[in-house]
């Protein structure tokens, strides 16, 4: 019954900059990690960003000094502000949760991001 709900991809030029929300539900285990991933076509899904319950953060080295992940624990919701989009940047971009006391991880339906000129 875990609900995870991206939402904020579309199509931007380069340069351009996105917000990406993923608002989590369904569960009664609270959130450790949370995660963005992206995966392009004919490529394997990777880690974009990563930020625990904590706040600690890790990125993908490609995205940092560009983007920036964030959370809010009450809420269930994580963000990724994605600044100085690159071409290389499309993919379609998931939502990643793993919950305290299971560990198990779970997906969002993910949402495209397209940066073309």
């Known amino acids: 019954q875990v609900q995870l709900v991206e939402s904020g991809g579309g199509l931007v030029q380069p340069g351009g900059s996105l917000r990406l929300s993923c608002a989590a539900s369904g569960s009664s285990f609270s959130i450790n990690t949370m995660a963005w991933y992206r995966q392009a076509p004919g490529k394997e899904r990777e880690l974009v960003a990563a930020?625990?319950?904590?706040?600690?953060?890790n990125y993908l080295d490609s995205v940092k000094d560009r983007f920036t992940i964030s959370r809010d624990n009450a809420k269930n919701t994580m963000y990724l502000q994605m600044n100085s989009l690159k071409p290389e940047d499309t993919a379609v971009y998931y939502c990643?949760?793993?919950?305290?006391?299971?560990?198990?991880?779970?997906w969002g339906q993910g949402t495209q991001v397209t940066v073309s000129s």
């Open positions: 990643n949760a793993v919950f305290d006391v299971s560990g198990l991880g779970y």
């Open positions: 930020i625990t319950r904590g706040g600690r953060t």
